[in-house]
């Protein structure tokens, strides 16, 4: 059974930094890319960032660009996003998504860690 | 970025209803598009992939339909674990981007 187990959210001040970790199980996590996805409270769904199964590919969006680097471990069957210069505005439950095995889209899906940004 | 626009954003219907929601690419993604169903509190779970490939499990009452910038989501026959919110994304290109969602509730 695929099983994605994120940890690391928590409250943090505007400006701080935190690291995001997924730990992953019931599958050869090296043979898949990843991704971050993320859900404001109340909205929807905001693609975060990619990786590809062995590194060499990364992509983020816009709005984290320059703040977040995502990063995997698969010695470790692990995924992480390391967040630095937090804003209100990335306040939101995170999820981490593996991606399909041929495809760009989301086949399974973590249950989400929250990252609170406030004073 | 790809932009996808849902429609309609939230909708109500009774169980039994046959249940449809659009989502349009502002360009041609192929059949790069995957739908999701949400329910509240809990991670989405991938229903539909390739725009009509039913994913394992999924039941077949669900189905998709599609190709370039307009797409469908179609619950033939809706049930009471069915309403939730439903959301499309496309993978043709980076930045992967959803539609906004569309809440399905009862009437």
């Known amino acids: 059974e695929v099983q994605l187990v994120e940890s690391g959210g928590g409250l943090v001040q505007p400006g701080g930094s935190l690291r995001l970790s997924c730990a992953a199980s019931?599958?050869?996590?090296?043979?898949?890319?990843m991704n971050w996805v993320r859900q404001a409270p109340g909205k929807g769904l905001e693609w975060v960032s990619y990786?590809?199964?062995?590194?060499?590919?990364?992509y983020y969006a816009d709005s984290v660009k320059g703040r977040f680097t995502i990063s995997r471990d698969n010695a470790k069957n692990s995924l992480y996003l390391q967040m630095n210069s937090l804003r209100a505005e990335d306040t939101a439950v995170y999820y981490c998504?593996?991606?399909?095995?041929?495809?760009?889209?989301?086949?399974?899906w973590g249950q989400g860690t929250l990252v609170t940004v406030s004073s | 970025a790809i932009q996808l626009t849902q429609s309609p954003s939230s909708l109500s219907a009774s169980v039994g209803d046959r249940v449809t929601i659009t989502c349009r690419a502002s360009?041609?993604?192929?059949?790069?598009l995957a739908w999701y169903q949400q329910k509240p509190g809990k991670a989405p779970k991938l229903l539909i992939y390739?725009?009509?490939s039913l994913e394992s499990g999924v039941p077949s009452r669900f189905s998709g339909s599609g190709f370039g910038t307009d797409f469908t989501l179609t619950i033939s026959s809706l049930q009471p674990e069915d309403f939730a919110t439903y959301y499309c994304?496309?993978?043709?290109?980076?930045?992967?981007?959803f539609g906004g969602g569309t809440k399905v509730e009862i009437k």
């Open positions: 360009q041609g993604i192929s059949s790069a």
């Open positions: 390739d725009a009509s």
């Open positions: 990786i590809s199964s062995s590194s060499s590919t990364i």
């Open positions: 019931g599958f050869t996590f090296s043979s898949y890319s």
């Open positions: 994304q496309q993978f043709n290109s980076y930045p992967l981007t």
């Open positions: 998504a593996r991606g399909s095995y041929y495809g760009g889209y989301v086949d399974y």
